[in-house]
């Protein structure tokens, strides 16, 4: 397949792929202006969204949701795509692994819960992985992420994160 525009919907799909065929489990998704068949990983604030009202403007304040969140071994990859790199996404994946990290496990327990996931590991037991997912010409290197560097639909390089095996 020759090169396609980079649209995020398309950097999406050729990263979701290339995860499935390398063996990994998508256990949630929110893919960009579309239907899903894998549910959404919701990560909430616990005050904002303390109560049960309906009142969901309020309780989608300091929300994050993950474009795809991806389970092999003893790993949990959160990986954001954009059809550029963009620091922004990687500040927001670096505070969801830090100071909202409790947010991430209880919403991770309650997806496990709610839709059966079989992952035998307890939540705290695993690694999470921040990955960036963009057109394959953009050029950054943080030692904590993995990235997806996507070319077309059927070309994807990973790297990144020394410390992550080789997909």
């Excluded at 947010?103 to 327990?109: G, R």
């Amino acid at each position: 397949m020759g090169q396609f525009d980079m649209r995020e919907d398309l950097i999406h799909l050729a990263v979701r792929r290339f995860l499935t065929h390398m063996g990994w489990q998508l256990i949630a998704g929110q893919f960009p202006g579309g239907s899903e068949e894998i549910p959404s990983l919701n990560v909430v604030d616990p005050i904002l969204a303390r109560d049960n009202s309906p009142d969901h403007r309020r309780h989608s304040m300091n929300k994050f949701v993950p474009d795809l969140v991806a389970y092999r071994g003893r790993l949990i990859l959160i990986i954001e795509m954009k059809p550029d790199y963009s620091l922004k996404d990687e500040r927001k994946l670096q505070e969801l692994l830090t100071s909202r990290r409790p947010d991430l496990i209880t919403a991770l327990k309650a997806l496990i819960a709610t839709h059966k996931l079989d992952i035998p590991i307890a939540v705290e037991e695993l690694s999470f992985i921040p990955c960036l997912g963009f057109e394959h010409a953009h050029y950054t290197h943080n030692p904590l992420f993995c990235y997806f560097r996507v070319k077309d639909l059927a070309s994807v390089t990973f790297d990144g994160n020394e410390a992550l095996p080789n997909l």
